[in-house]
Structure formats: C-alpha cells, structure tokens
C-alpha cells in the first residue's frame, strides 16, 4: 500500500521551541495530574520510544495552548492555514532510562 503526503514544507520549519509558554505553577499543576492519571507506557513503536504517556482530550486546553502558541508560529505554511490545534493532547513522563530517541518517519 502507498501513502501519499499531499503537502511537503521542505522549505520551512517544523519544529519551534517556545520557551515560557506556562508558568512554574502550571507546570506543577502537570506534573501532578500525569502522576495522578496513572500514565501508561507509550507503544506505538518501542524501537524508538519507551516513555509514559497521558493522553487527553480537551478542546478548551488546546485553544488557550493555541491562544498562547499562535503568535509565535506562522499564519501560514503553503497554501494551509494555522487555524487551531489537536484536541488530543498528549503528555509524556521520562522515567530513569526512559527515551525518545531521534528517528526518521516515512
């Protein structure tokens, strides 16, 4: 089987760090709730990845996540538009000896 990629953005960045998107406060608040939801070990491919992981859906977190994000990312890539973000959040624990490691996707 083939998959086709309808849009490659070979000329513009797809990774962005934004530093101080949330406070100390908010981080904590995080921490404690991945602790308290029981993370489990991400499986999708252990060749590379072996961290816990907490997955939510919550569309009002991401769009005050996008509200914070939109101004540091461009309007804009190709023909798309930056619109809003995946309700389906996902948060990761890194245990002693937990990795992501680099890795190409296909």
Request: glycine share 2%; proline share 8%.
């Amino acid at each position: 089987m083939t998959i086709e990629v309808p849009m490659r953005f070979e000329s513009e960045s797809l990774l962005w760090v934004v530093n101080d998107i949330y406070s100390e406060q908010e981080c904590a608040n995080f921490v404690k709730f991945i602790e308290s939801s029981s993370p489990k070990l991400a499986t999708n491919n252990p060749l590379y990845r072996n961290q816990d992981r907490v997955i939510i859906d919550d569309p009002e977190m991401a769009q005050e996540l996008f509200r914070r994000l939109k101004l540091h990312l461009p309007p804009k890539m190709g023909d798309l538009k930056l619109i809003r973000l995946n309700e389906r959040l996902r948060m990761y624990r890194y245990k002693v000896g937990q990795s992501f490691t680099p890795h190409l996707l296909p």
